[in-house]
């Protein structure tokens, strides 16, 4: 509703603008968002939610800089109208099929798009200035090249995607479980879960995860 819009904005702009957010004021804000946001859109927002759920339990009202990011995003989002609809009867439009797989070491990308009968393909190697956005890890950062390459799936496909049911099948146990949950417990690897249902939430995808074995 537009007048619970209002007061969100209103709520998010004194704190970004003051710089604080006390931990009754992240509660309330929480609470708001995540039942108006995160339920109705399935994961969307839930990674967004975590600073907030931080602030609720710190005993400094000063908004740190993952706060900062978390109230920008959640600004942004309420400005976007996104709106979903909810048949009472399951969609009968047919599921396309993305699967996906990536390499560590050198880091590349790849994914098949199956829909209508038809198939499609993409790579990409990973540039060294994508990389740094990853904490430093000593797996050759496969969780996150492989929620790397869910989002670049998303967007490379997107026009053959929009408004349909998509079935994203991935060999990856951690990439598959954080998306599932619309978080990670790495904040690097939770803003990717984010954007990708974020994306979906755009797009109109009913987006679904599904592990599967890809042998060689």
């Known amino acids: 509703a537009k007048e619970k819009v209002r007061s969100l904005m209103q709520s998010i702009d004194r704190a970004l603008s003051t710089g604080r957010l006390t931990a009754g004021e992240a509660s ?10 995160s339920s109705m859109f399935i994961r969307l927002g839930r990674a967004m939610l975590r600073p907030l759920f931080d602030q609720k339990r710190s005993s400094r009202a000063r908004v740190c800089t993952e706060l900062n990011r978390a109230l920008v995003w959640w600004k942004t989002a309420l400005t976007l109208d996104i709106a979903e609809l909810r048949p009472w009867q399951g969609s009968r439009a047919s599921r396309a ?47 996150g090249l492989e929620l790397l390459l869910i989002s670049l799936g998303l967007l490379s496909f997107e026009q053959l995607l929009r408004k ?27 803003q990717l879960v984010h954007a990708q249902w974020l994306h979906a939430a755009m797009l109109g995808i009913d987006m679904h995860l599904s592990l599967i074995h890809i042998s060689e």
């Open 28 to 37: 309330k804000l929480s609470g708001k968002l995540s039942w108006g946001c």
């Open 97 to 143: 099929h993305v699967f996906c797989d990536a390499a560590g070491n050198p880091a590349h990308l790849g994914a098949v798009l199956m829909i209508d009968r038809d198939c499609f393909w993409t790579h990409m190697v990973v540039p060294e200035h994508i990389l740094s956005f990853f904490k430093a890890r000593k797996d050759n950062q496969i969780m």
């Open 164 to 190: 349909r049911r998509v079935v994203i099948h991935s060999d990856n146990t951690g990439s598959e479980a954080a998306t599932k949950k619309g978080t990670a417990r790495s904040w690097d690897h939770a």
